[in-house]
C-alpha cells in the first residue's frame, strides 16, 4: 500500500514528471563540475540550496554531505534514501556539452544520477508532507560524501546520527549492463567486500649469476603472486565468492641484478559477512608458509574496505512492488551478484535495506563500464530513478 494507491499514481507521478527537466539540468550541471571524495563542497551547497528552497529540513555534515527530512519530526516510521555525492579520478572522454571541467576527475560511477534521482523524490516527497505526517511516516534524505573511497563515507554520517530513527534505508546504483527502464533486484549479497592487500618482501639481493647467494626475493615474490590466492582457494569454502586479484608489482630496476625488497598489492573480495570478519590470520598463514622455503621475510598490510551489501529480502519485495507499481511489471528484473565494493553495506549493519540497480544504457546502444571515461548514461534513468525511490519511500511497514 502506498501514497500513491489513492488517489493513484497519478499525483505521485506526476510530480516527478513535473521535475524531469530540472533534474536532468541539475545532473548535468553535477556532471559539468564534479568533485572528489571529501571535497563535495559545491555539490553539497546546490543541494542544500534546492532543498531548503521547498521546505525541507536540512541538517549539514561535518565537512561535506548533508541530511533532509521530510515530514514529522517523530514519525511512527522512517524511511531513508540515500545518494553519494563524490566524483572519481578519472578523465573523461565522452566530448558530452556538459562533460567535467575539471581535468582529471569526472562523475564516472554515476552519482550525479543517484543525487539527482534522490533530490527528485525528495522534492515529490515534500509536496506530499502533509499527508506523510497524517500517516506517521517520515522520510530521510542522505547526500554522503566519498562513497569512493575506503572505508567509505558512509560510517561519518552514522557517526553523525545519519540513521538514528531510520527503520528502512534504500538506495540505487546505476547500472549500464541494464537499458534504462529495468530495475536490478536481488536478495541477499549482492556486492562484496573490498580489501586491500599489500605483501612487501625483503631479503638478501645479489647477482642474478648467484642466485644461491641471495635469498632471490623475484622469485620468492613470483610464487606470493601465483600460490597465496592458490591456496586460499582450497582453504575457504567457494560459495563465499573468494577472490585475490593482484593489480601492482613493484621490484628491482636492473635485469642482471636480484633486489632486497619487492611489493605486490591487489583486492581481496568475497560475498560472505562472517568469512570477510575472521580472513585476515588465513591470510597471514597463507603467505607465510608460501615464502618459507626462501627465507624472506614479509610484511602483510590488509586494509579492510566495506562488507558486502546483503539486501533485506522483504524490503526487496518493497522495491519489486514499488517497480511494478511506479514503472510497469517489466521494470523489475533479476540481477547477478557482484564483486565490487559499495559503502552503502555500512548503513545495512544497523538498519534493513536494500540496494536497486538503476538500467542506463540506451536501449540498442553501446554498453559501457563503470568508473571508465567514456561513460555515458541515458539520462531518462534520473526520473525514472525519482519514481522508484518515490514509491518504495511511500510503501507501509508491514503490518
Known amino acids: 500500500m502506498t501514497l500513491s494507491d489513492a488517489p493513484g499514481v497519478g499525483i505521485v507521478g506526476e510530480s516527478v514528471a513535473a521535475l524531469e527537466d530540472e533534474l536532468v539540468a541539475f545532473r548535468r550541471d553535477l556532471h559539468a563540475h564534479p568533485e572528489l571524495s571529501h571535497a563535495e563542497t559545491r ?49 573523461e572522454r565522452t566530448g558530452l556539452p556538459f562533460a567535467s571541467r575539471s581535468d582529471g576527475v569526472c562523475h564516472a560511477c554515476g552519482h550525479d544520477v543517484h543525487v539527482a534521482a534522490v533530490l527528485g523524490a525528495g522534492l515529490a516527497l515534500q509536496e506530499q508532507a502533509d499527508r506523510l505526517a497524517a500517516q506517521g ?59 586491500s592487500v599489500t605483501i612487501t618482501l625483503r631479503g638478501r639481493g645479489g647477482h642474478t649469476s648467484r642466485p644461491h647467494l641471495t635469498q632471490d626475493l623475484i622469485y620468492a615474490l613470483g610464487k606470493v603472486v601465483t600460490d597465496v590466492p592458490a591456496a586460499l582457494s582450497r582453504r575457504v569454502d567457494p560459495r563465499a565468492g573468494v577472490v585475490l586479484v593482484w593489480g601492482a608489482i ?34 597471514e598463514e597463507l603467505v607465510h608458509a608460501v615464502i618459507r622455503p626462501y627465507a624472506v621475510s614479509a610484511t602483510i598490510e590488509h586494509r579492510r574496505g566495506a562488507p558486502p551489501v546483503v539486501n533485506d529480502p522483504v524490503l526487496v519485495g518493497r522495491l519489486r512492488a514499488a517497480a511494478d507499481l511506479m514503472l510497469g511489471p ?40 563503470l568508473h571508465q571515461g567514456d561513460l555515458v548514461v541515458d539520462e531518462r534513468a534520473v526520473a525514472i530513478g525519482a519514481r522508484l525511490l518515490l514509491g518504495v519511500a511511500t510503501t507501509h511497514r508491514p503490518d
Not at 330 to 358: C, H, I, K, N
Open 137 to 195: 511516516l517520515g522520510v530521510r534524505l542522505i547526500f554522503q560524501p566519498a562513497e569512493e573511497v575506503t572505508p567509505g563515507g558512509s560510517l561519518a554520517v552514522i557517526e553523525q546520527g545519519g540513521i538514528a530513527g531510520v527503520d528502512a534505508i534504500f538506495s540505487i546504483h546505476c547500472d549500464p549492463t541494464f537499458d534504462v527502464g529495468l530495475v536490478g533486484l536481488g536478495e541477499g549479497p549482492i556486492t562484496a567486500a573490498t580489501d
Open 330 to 369: 517489466q521494470a523489475p528484473t533479476p540481477t547477478v551478484q557482484s564483486l565490487g565494493g559499495e559503502d552503502f553495506a555500512w548503513y545495512l549493519q544497523a538498519v534493513p535495506g536494500a540496494m536497486a540497480r538503476l538500467g542506463t544504457r540506451t536501449p540498442g546502444g553501446a554498453t559501457y563500464d
Open 250 to 283: 613493484h621490484s628491482g630496476a636492473a635485469e642482471n641484478v636480484i633486489p632486497s625488497t619487492g611489493t605486490v598489492s591487489g583486492t581481496l573480495r568475497m560475498l560472505d559477512a562472517q568469512l570477510w570478519e575472521d580472513i585476515g590470520p588465513l591470510l
Open 43 to 91: 555539490t553539497t551547497s546546490r543541494v542544500a540550496a534546492r532543498l531548503t528552497a521547498a521546505g525541507v529540513r536540512v541538517r549539514p555534515l561535518t565537512g561535506t554531505g548533508l541530511i533532509g527530512d521530510i515530514g514529522p519530526l517523530e514519525p511512527a516510521y522512517r524511511v531513508a534514501l540515500r545518494a553519494d555525492l563524490d566524483a572519481l579520478p578519472v578523465a
